[in-house]
Each structure stands twice: as structure tokens, then as C-alpha cells.
């Protein structure tokens, strides 16, 4: 059963870089043919792709959070890392990370419980 750890500060103050990190048990994050994604839900709103680390490293991002979207992975601790820089009220949200797979773009089979993210001096 894989599952996935969302960590990192609950509070960021503006400007700053949030940083979040995912880390995986019950599976390797090195394994072909999945993704490695973070997700975020506003408060009041629908759930927003902000990008992607494939099996290879290799990342993708969305474009409107691209210039301020890091996603980087620690393979000796199975662990994946967000960081998101300059932030403003606009990025509190719930961020989530959860896995895709290949054959599936977009269709995400396993969730992380979602950890909450407020940016507010």
C-alpha cells in the first residue's frame, strides 16, 4: 500500500518561500511510469496541478505557477520537495501530493492527507 506524508510549515509569511516535502512509503518514487505531483485547493475553490517530478527527475510545471515553482526529490529518503517562492495570500491553500500514473495523465491513485498553508504576516 503506498502511501504519502505532506510536512512542512503552517504558516509562511509573504514573500518567503514555502517549502514542502512529500515523503513516500510502500513504493519507490524512482519506480517507471508514475508521477510525483503537488496539488492545492484554495479555500472556496477547485483543486490546481502546480507540477510534477517524473521517475526520471525530470520536472514539469504549470504554466502560471512556473516562474515561482520548484520541485525537486531526495531518492535516498523516497521523499519529493516543493518549493514555491515570492508567495502571497493568494497561495494559502491545502497542498496536497499524490501520485499519477503514466497510462493515466491526470488521474491521481494515491493522495497524501493534505496539509494546510497560510500565508499571512
Known amino acids: 500500500q503506498v502511501q504519502l506524508q505532506e510536512s512542512g510549515p503552517g504558516l509562511v509569511k509573504p514573500s518567503q518561500t514555502l517549502s514542502l516535502t512529500c515523503t513516500v512509503s510502500?513504493?519507490?518514487?524512482?519506480?517507471?511510469?508514475?508521477?510525483w505531483n503537488w496539488i492545492r485547493q484554495p479555500p472556496g475553490k477547485g483543486l490546481e496541478w502546480m507540477g510534477a517530478i517524473a521517475s526520471s527527475g525530470s520536472t514539469r510545471y504549470s504554466p502560471s505557477l512556473k516562474s515561482r515553482t520548484s520541485i525537486s526529490r531526495d531518492t535516498s529518503k523516497n521523499q519529493f520537495t516543493l518549493q514555491l517562492s515570492s508567495v502571497t495570500p493568494e497561495d494559502t491553500a491545502v497542498y496536497f501530493c499524490?501520485?499519477?500514473?503514466?497510462?493515466?495523465?491526470?488521474?491521481?491513485?494515491?493522495w497524501g492527507q493534505g496539509t494546510q498553508v497560510t500565508v499571512s504576516s
Open positions: 499524490a501520485r499519477e500514473r503514466l497510462l493515466d495523465p491526470y488521474e491521481y491513485d494515491y
Open positions: 510502500g513504493g519507490s518514487i524512482t519506480t517507471n511510469y508514475y508521477n
